[in-house]
Each structure stands twice: as C-alpha cells, then as structure tokens.
Nanobody, 126 residues
Framework: QVQLVESGGGSVQPGGSLRLSCAASGEGLGPARCMGWFRQAPGKEREGIATIYTGGDRIYYANSVQGRFIISQDRANNLPFLQMTSLKPEDTAMYYC??????????????????WGQGTQVTVSS
C-alpha cells in the first residue's frame, strides 16, 4: 500500500508563486511510473494538470497551466514537485498528487491513477 502526502499549498495573491511537493510512504512505488498533479475546485470535476514519467522525464501539461506551471521530480525518490507561477484566481482548488503504477503512457485522466494523496489547498485571491 502506498500513501501520498502533498504539501506546499497556501494563499497567495494573483501573480504569485507556490511550489507543491509530494511525499510517499509504504511499499509499491517502482522506479518507472507516472506521477500526476490534479486539482479540483468546488463544483467542478477533477482536472489533470501535469504528469511526468519518472523513468524518462516525459512530461505533459494541461493547456490551462502550460507555460505557468512546471512539474519536475526529486531524483532520489522519483516524487514530483509542481512549481506554480503567475497564479490566477481560477487556479484556486485542492491540488492532489497521484501515482499510476502501470502506465502504458502518462495521461491526465484521473481514472488511470492508482494512488492519491489527500490534497493541499491553493487559494489565489487579492
């Protein structure tokens, strides 16, 4: 069983930046997997925003964050970071880290991910 824990959320003004981290515990995370960041705002569906293949750094972004957010990984444990810049009020949401252990390819589709964290809140407001 794998447990994921996000950190780094908070409240910022528009144009600000935050960096999210994802920690993991438990058994089962192999070295080659997809690690994704998702977000969900109240009343909206969960949205995949960035994913990285830890075995080769293949990265995909949603159009909504392309050019503003950067996903990277800690090489020691292949866990993802999400650097968020130029934040907008519409980025306000709960942000989740997720792991897809058996990817055919990395996708921004929530249903293919096997493990999820509890989320960290990001609020962008003036």
């Amino acid at each position: 069983q794998v447990q994921l824990v996000e950190s780094g959320g908070g409240s910022v003004q528009p144009g600000g930046s935050l960096r999210l981290s994802c920690a993991a515990s438990g058994e089962g995370l192999g070295p080659a997997r997809c690690m994704g960041w998702f977000r969900q705002a109240p009343g909206k569906e969960r949205e995949g925003i960035a994913t990285i293949y830890t075995g080769g750094d293949r990265i995909y972004y949603a159009n909504s964050v392309q050019g503003r957010f950067i996903i990277s990984q800690d090489r020691a444990n292949n866990l993802p970071f999400l650097q968020m810049t130029s934040l907008k009020p519409e980025d306000t949401a709960m942000y989740y880290c997720a792991a897809d252990l058996f990817p055919a390819r990395c996708q921004l589709i929530a249903d293919v991910y096997d493990y999820w964290g509890q989320g960290t809140q990001v609020t962008v407001s003036s």
